[in-house]
């Protein structure tokens, strides 16, 4: 596995295998690599000819109250993870790499950035789309790997795809959770055993809002009436959110039609986790 911190360099492997016919597959993460990561990374493989992974804290996504500092950090162990898993190229720019003095640039999908997280995380997905679409131009991709488990995320990427013509074919991957249904997180590595355990309350009540809906609830203030129920029941949970929405425009939606976003935010003590599930009827 070759890693490669500069950008130019990054261009000119990607013009190589482009050149040699090969189709390239990428999975952009923030590092500190789980289960979740390598699964999009095997869906990659399956994509494309080579895969090339990006490991990259991005400043510009973190508000100035949020955890850019403390986001836990491992690239010794993330290489070997994916040496194993048969990565060609793993990118690995410095910030000054991808934000050298002067730069001012940004990408924003508007309307779609500002609903669900947005709303409590302003400038956020406005960082996302920026240094994704400059991984993008870095890495040239045929096809890009994104979870569901950031949903909101997909969409915007989606979206900034379109809108400005990326010749990319973006793939969601179904959310991967830990055995007792926590959706897998880097930053489960903040929760205590106690907030692990609290933790749960996410999916216990998200799998609560696909029971009702199983049993003909489709009202989306009794469905997230109960969500809420569920997570206060927790004394370590805090709710940021919990919404009902369009699948694509992630409008609020007030009733399932057919399918449904269900997402969440919640605080378990510092740490801000999220979660969603499709509701079908
Ligand atoms: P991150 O390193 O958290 O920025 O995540 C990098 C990519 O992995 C994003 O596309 C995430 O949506 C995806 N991802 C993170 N956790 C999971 C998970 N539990 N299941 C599926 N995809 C995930």
Known sequence: MQIIEKISEMQS??????????????????GFLHQGHLSLVR?????????????????????????FGAYPRDFDRDRKLLEKEGVEVLFYPAVQEMYPHGFQTSVEVSELSALLC?????????????????????????????????????????SLVRDLNFDIEIVGHPIVREADGLAMSSRNAYLN???????????????????????????????????????TRESLARLE????CDTVTLAEIDRVQDRALLALAVRIG????????????
């Open 13 to 30: 492997w990607s013009e190589a295998q482009r050149c040699k016919g090969r189709r390239i597959a990428f999975v952009p993460t923030m």
């Open 43 to 67: 869906c990659a493989r399956e994509g494309g000819d080579c895969v090339v992974v990006s490991v990259f804290v991005n400043p510009s996504q973190f508000g100035p109250q949020e955890d």
């Open 118 to 158: 947005g709303a409590h995380r302003k400038g956020h997905f406005q960082g996302v789309a920026t240094v994704v679409s400059k991984l993008f131009n870095a890495v040239r991709p045929h096809v890009a790997v994104f979870g569901e488990k950031d949903y909101q995320q997909l969409q915007v990427i989606r």
């Open 193 to 231: 055993r106690e907030e692990r355990k609290a933790a749960l309350c996410l999916f216990r009540s998200l799998n609560r809002a696909v029971s009702m809906v199983q049993a003909g609830e489709v009202t989306a203030r009794v469905i997230t009436d109960a969500v809420k129920a569920e997570i």
């Open 241 to 244: 959110y919990v919404k009902l």
């Open 270 to 281: 510092k740490t801000r986790l999220i979660d969603n599930t499709i509701l079908t009827i």
